[in-house]
Nanobody, 120 residues
Framework: QVQLVESGGGLVQAGGSLRLSCVASGRIFSSYAMGWFRQAPGKEREFVAAISRSGVSTYYADSVKGRFTISRENAKNTVALQMNRLKPEDTAVYYC?????????????WGQGTQVTVSS
């Protein structure tokens, strides 16, 4: 079992930056691939970024490529999402998730989410 807690969300103007963090507790963090997802009002949850267990491999949705960066510190049980050049369409609840396999489309554990609002 893994517990995930996100933080770092907030209100920012378009063009600004935010850094989301997710702290994991429970099983060994380094044994999980990690991902970030988001869900905007009235829309389905969508993939944002993912990172392998070691952090060597990363993947991004086309909509955030070049603006967002996912990273992890296994010694601190954390995964981060640095978001730059934010746009109003990035407004959503952002969730971190943990997966036991890599590469993967299946995530086994989810956090509660953190709200990101980008004003125009």
């Amino acid at each position: 079992q893994v517990q995930l807690v996100e933080s770092g969300g907030g209100l920012v103007q378009a063009g600004g930056s935010l850094r989301l963090s997710c702290v994991a507790s429970g099983r060994i963090f380094s044994s999980y691939a990690m991902g970030w997802f988001r869900q905007a009002p009235g829309k389905e949850r969508e993939f944002v970024a993912a990172i392998s267990r070691s952090g060597v491999s990363t993947y991004y949705a086309d909509s955030v490529k070049g603006r967002f960066t996912i990273s992890r510190e296994n010694a601190k049980n954390t995964v981060a999402l640095q978001m730059n050049r934010l746009k109003p369409e990035d407004t959503a609840v952002y969730y971190c998730a943990a997966a036991q396999t890599w590469p993967t489309a299946r995530y086994d554990y989810w956090g509660q989410g953190t709200q990101v609002t980008v004003s125009s």
